[in-house]
């Protein structure tokens, strides 16, 4: 699995426009490319000018795949035209999951 998370910054008055402007694309990622299990972009509740980023892949392939699909093109031009000011996003390839709840349904660090 992989993750991409991050955050994409924006003047606090264009979010909401942006982020109504970009539902069309995050559903399309998620009904038509094989492997999106998320694909979130999200405004942050405590910073009004930033986007928080969340996707999923089910592996490398995947991902690279969405790299050159017209969704993820739409998707950077729509961040361009409504003036995003900056983004850091990073990816991380995961080995291990596992629930944050254990059978007596107390959170955990375990991975067993």
């Given at each position: 699995?992989?993750?991409?998370?991050?955050?994409?910054?924006?003047?606090?008055?264009?979010?909401?426009?942006?982020?109504?402007?970009?539902?069309?694309?995050?559903?399309?990622?998620?009904?038509?490319?094989?492997?999106?299990?998320?694909?979130?972009?999200?405004?942050?509740?405590?910073?009004?000018?930033?986007?928080?980023?969340?996707?999923?892949?089910?592996?490398?392939?995947?991902l690279a795949a969405h790299f050159l699909h017209q969704n993820y093109f739409n998707m950077r031009n729509t961040f361009q035209e409504?003036?995003?000011?900056?983004?850091?996003?990073?990816?991380?390839?995961?080995?291990?999951?596992?629930?944050?709840?254990?059978?007596?349904?107390?959170?955990?660090?375990?991975?067993?």
């Open positions: 699995m992989i993750i991409i998370a991050g955050r994409i910054f924006i003047d606090p008055a264009k979010r909401a426009a942006l982020l109504e402007a970009t539902k069309p694309l995050q559903q399309a990622t998620r009904d038509e490319e094989p492997g999106c299990e998320a694909y979130v972009f999200a405004g942050d509740p405590c910073e009004p000018g930033t986007i928080s980023v969340y996707e999923l892949w089910t592996d490398a392939p995947s409504h003036g995003i000011t900056g983004a850091e996003t990073m990816k991380y390839r995961i080995d291990a999951k596992a629930p944050v709840y254990n059978s007596q349904r107390i959170a955990t660090t375990d991975f067993d």
